[in-house]
Every structure is written in C-alpha cells, then in structure tokens.
C-alpha cells in the first residue's frame, strides 16, 4: 500500500546518503551508518509526502558545480539572511514580470569580513522558461553608472580634486566617443560630489580620461574583480559608464571595500581565511560614501517618497546602455548588498532602470538588515583627513582673487593644489572700465576688481544655446598684457585619434571638430599641414574636412604660443 511505498522510498533515500557519508548522526560520531539506517527502517512514516527542504538552491547548485565530489559544503550563508534576500526577490518577481523583466540576483555580504551571508541567484528558480536555475550572482553583465565610486575615490586619493571641486558638465567628445547624461541634459560646472550623487556622465569620463584606463581596471583587479577582458586596449573611456562587464558578487565586494575603511577583503561562501588588500585609502573611501548618503538625488526610488530612505544607508544605481541591466549596490550598518535585474537573454526592458526597480529592493534589504546588526551605524572619519581652505565657488586651492573661501574635508597626503582658475583680479580704468596693464597705469584711475572666467568649453556649450556670461573687460588703448602667458592647449582632436571615414558619405558630413582652451582672449589661428585654416576665439570652435593620411594640426594665440597634434585619418575598412 501507500505506507509501504513511502517507507521505501525513504529507506532507498537514507541508502544514498549513507553511500555519500552525508546521512545525518543524531547520536553522536559513534554510531554507525548501518545502526543509524536500522533505526530509521525502524521508525514510523509520516501520513504523507514531506518537501525537501530547497534552501539557498542557486547557491547550493553553484557550489555543488565548483567543488564536485564533495558529499557536504560548510557555507557563510545567515539562513535568516537568506531567507530575507529570496523574499525580497520573489515578493518583487510578479510586478517585474509586468513590467518584462524575469531575471534577478541579491547579494549580502557581511562587510567587515567579506563573508557572504546571502545568495539569491533569481527571482524564480523554477522559471524555466527564462533560465530561472542560473545562478545570476555568478553572470558578468554591464554594471552601468555603478563604478562611478571607484573613479571618484581614485580621484580623491590622487588629489586631483575634492568633493567641491567644479568639474565641467558640458558636451564633450573623446575621438569619437560622445558621452551624454541619462537625463540628456547638461548643467555646465558642478561639484564633483553632485556628480556623482546624480551619476552625470561626462565628468566621469574626463575622470578616467585623467586616470587612465589601465590604472582602473588594475584598481577593480585589485578589488576582485576576475571577469574583465585581459587584453591591452580592450576597454576605452566608456568603461565609467558600464562599458565592461562584473558579476553582482565582485560588485559586492568593490562596495563592502568603500563601506569598511578601504580595505578590501575577498568575498567567499566558504569559511577560512580570506585574501585581503588595501582597496581604498581609508578617507577616500569615507568621502565616498559620504556623496553616496546624500538624499536628494534623480536615482531617489518614487516608492521611497514617503518612507525615505533607511538611515545610514549609502546607495549607488546603474543603468546599462540600452536598458539591458539595472542595479543597486549599498551599504548600511554591518552588510554590503547588491542587486541586479535584467533579462539573461539579453533582451532590454524600458523599465530596466536602478533608481526605479532595483533600488527599491536595496532599501528593503538595508533596513531590514539594520534591525539585525551590531555594527555602529557609521564609521568616523578617518584621522587622515584634514580641513583645508578652498575658493567657496571653484573647490579649488583659493586665490587672491577669490573673495570667499570655505572648509573642506581632503586627505593630507593629496590636498587638491591646483589654484582656482575663475576668478581673476583685474585693474580697470574706473572712467572707462577697460583693463589696464601694468605699463599704462600712469596718469588713469584704477581699482582692482574681481572677475569670473569660466573655462572655454564652458563658454563654448553656452554659446551654441544662444546663451552669455559677463567676461573680463578688454584692454585699454594704449595698452599691451604683460606677465606669463600659458600657451593654448587642444582639446580636440584628442592625442591618439585616428578619424575613420565612412565610405559613401559626403566629406563635409565628416568634420573633424577643433576646439582648444586658452586664457587669451583674441582669436586663435588653426592651421593643418602648415595650411591656414581660419581663426576663432577659445569659446567657439572650427571644422576641418578631413583627408586620408596623417596630418599635423598647430594652434597659435596672437602672442605667437601654439600647440600641435598629430591626426591619423584613414577610411573604414582599410
């Protein structure tokens, strides 16, 4: 009968796992697997069919794959953690399948010994259909404006600027690399900390254009990171903005690195000792995650409107090229998280955006977590920051011109030194206000007056919306500019461009842009190949019409400083 049929199933089931030495020893070591087996043919069958017990089933298929063979696997996994991330999974599946997205991975870890204490490798392991038993901890996917951290923090421990440091946010090109805001809008000059808080693209970009590419991907190596592509060059400037690829658990790891102090401590499922490594410098990584806690911010989930956000709690979204992945990655007091969604197909979802889907799942995981951790609820800033003085509109080293300075947190060991560049004391003829040099003050009244100058391509963004900015007086009759002039410096063609043409388009389709900074204020000649070009002043710019073969590209201001640059043209295919 039933009873019968159920006894030997569960007799066959506690033969296998003796035959594997996984059977369970409710006595002790001494017992054997034969007096253990006899003592379960012995005992009574339940009325029916029990379910096996399926805890953490990505994770324990994900092991079971990398260390066959082995009859039972110690983890770190928290049960009560665990259970925590597959409910916030699963409670978010139904309206994320509304909305076309099937695909979803939680990561916790424990931030001060990397130890993972959660692992949901789906939002269903039994959707079939859209390979809901893949493990999409493990998966390599674009991680989007989400390692905008990393670049911030390098810049900080480089001393190459300070959270109120003004970056432009205008329309820029690298070669042929446009990068341009989700919100695809621009807002000129903004803190470096308001940068990162709205995740704009373009001071990123110039970031890693000033740290370098390799210096990077080196840095994430460091922090863990194994699914980047070895080979030199493979990666550009679009890699600030998601142009690679990590798993949800290197991610988690290159965060709980920010969230304890900067050291790095490799994330493992497995008890032991851990690999580890100075990730960040200590104040670097507490500056960032000081920008991360600022609230007012576009990546702010609608849902958490009302609520707010968990206390202490410092979060980053990302949001890959063409809406294919959206994440959330943060910290609180205690543990990392990180949280993925997109389709494993690849195929994109227009709601496939991280402060709207995925951040809200962050904060749930967060602060369900805060209840739970002995953790203080921030770290102190470290001792090796210190207040420093900076031009209150610039964030930079303050001049004499600038008339009003704040304090600023930097680290002692890379204070920004670079002078504020904006503002700019001027001696102006008060009957006229022309500027006036230090050879043709005699005879005139003049007073010191202070002026605003913003960089060109500043002035450039502005003045192709038909928009002006008040600029320093031109000088006076009579009168020549003295002092140390710098000479022009190209911004575009970038060092290294090669310009390809695409067969069948017109040639005039095709310009090559030329633009250059300069603080002189006439005009500045172009020439290429020795062939003049036309003049124009720093805020405006020049096209030229390309031609295969390489080419040398010369500006020169009117007090005869230049700059060149070399540009290799070739055409598509050859």
């Known amino acids: 009968g039933r009873e019968a049929r159920l006894r030997a199933a569960r007799d066959q089931v506690a033969r296998r796992l003796a035959a594997l030495g996984a059977l369970p020893r409710p006595r002790g070591a001494a017992a054997s697997d034969e007096q253990i087996l006899a003592e379960i043919a012995a005992a009574p069958v339940p009325p029916g069919p029990r379910p096996f017990p399926?805890?953490?089933?990505?994770?324990?298929?994900?092991?079971?794959?990398?260390?066959?063979?082995?009859?039972?696997?110690?983890?770190?996994?928290?049960?009560?953690?665990?259970?925590?991330?597959?409910?916030?999974?699963?409670?978010?599946?139904?309206?994320?399948?509304?909305?076309?997205?099937?695909?979803?991975?939680?990561?916790?870890?424990?931030?001060?010994?990397?130890?993972?204490?959660?692992?949901?490798?789906?939002?269903?392991?039994?959707?079939?259909?859209?390979?809901?038993q893949i493990a999409a901890f493990a998966e390599p996917r674009s991680p989007g404006s989400a390692l905008k951290p990393v670049l911030y923090a390098m810049a900080l421990e480089r001393g190459l600027a300070g959270p109120r440091t003004l970056v432009p946010d205008v329309p820029l090109l690298f070669g042929s690399y446009a990068p341009r805001n989700f919100e695809a809008r621009f807002d000129g000059l903004v803190p470096l900390e308001e940068a990162l808080a709205r995740s704009l693209n373009?001071?990123?970009?110039?970031l890693l254009r000033d740290l370098g590419v390799e210096p990077f991907l080196g840095r994430l190596r460091a922090l863990g990171v194994r699914s980047l592509d070895p080979r030199p060059g493979h990666y550009g400037l679009s890699a600030a903005v998601g142009g690679l690829e990590l798993t949800p658990l290197e991610l988690a790891g290159v965060y709980a690195a920010l969230a304890w102090g900067g050291e790095w401590v490799e994330p493992r499922v497995r008890p032991g000792p851990a690999q580890k490594g100075r990730g960040f410098a200590p104040g670097a990584a507490w500056l960032t995650g000081q920008a991360l806690a600022l609230r007012d911010r576009p990546d702010f989930p609608s849902r958490r409107q009302l609520t707010g956000a968990p206390a202490h709690v410092r979060w980053k979204t990302g949001t890959s090229f063409g809406h294919r992945d959206a994440w959330a990655a943060g910290w609180g007091p205690g543990h990392t998280a990180v949280v993925w969604l997109g389709n494993l197909d690849g195929s994109p979802s227009r709601q496939l955006v991280g402060g709207e889907v995925a951040a809200p799942m962050l904060f749930d995981l967060l602060e369900a977590l805060a209840?739970?951790?002995?953790?203080?609820?921030?770290?102190?800033?470290?001792s090796e920051l210190a207040e420093v003085e900076v031009c209150a509109l610039s964030g930079r080293a303050p001049t004499p011109a600038c008339p009003e300075r704040r304090s600023t947190l930097a680290l002692r060991s890379a204070v920004p030194t670079e002078p504020c560049p904006f503002h700019r004391r001027v001696e102006v003829e008060v009957a006229s206000g022309k500027a006036l040099a230090p050879g043709c003050r005699e005879g005139r009244r003049a007073e010191a007056r202070t002026f605003v100058v913003w960089p060109a391509s500043v002035r450039r963004w502005l003045r192709d919306q038909d928009r002006a900015l008040p600029e320093p007086p031109e000088l006076a009759p009579g009168c020549a500019r003295g002092g140390p002039r710098r000479a022009p410096v190209i911004v575009s063609p970038p060092p290294g461009q090669v310009a390809l043409l695409a067969p069948g388009v017109a040639a005039e389709r095709q310009e090559v842009v030329l633009e250059a900074e300069s603080s002189a204020e006439g005009a500045l000649a172009w020439f290429v190949d020795g062939e003049y070009l036309g003049s124009a002043r720093a805020d405006e710019r020049l096209w030229w019409r390309p031609r295969p073969g390489a080419h040398e590209v010369v500006v020169t201001d009117e007090a005869g400083l230049s700059a060149r640059r070399r540009l290799v043209v070739r055409e598509r295919g050859r």
């Open 371 to 382: 209840d739970r951790s002995g953790a203080p609820a921030a770290l102190p800033a470290p």
């Open 202 to 206: 373009v001071p990123f970009v110039s």
């Open 54 to 132: 399926r805890e953490a089933p990505h994770a324990a298929s994900w092991l079971r794959a990398r260390e066959p063979g082995q009859a039972r696997l110690r983890t770190t996994l928290d049960a009560g953690t665990q259970r925590l991330a597959e409910r916030v999974a699963s409670g978010a599946a139904p309206d994320l399948r509304r909305q076309g997205i099937h695909n979803g991975a939680v990561v916790v870890l424990e931030s001060r010994s990397g130890e993972v204490r959660a692992l949901a490798g789906n939002l269903d392991f039994w959707d079939g259909a859209h390979g809901g």
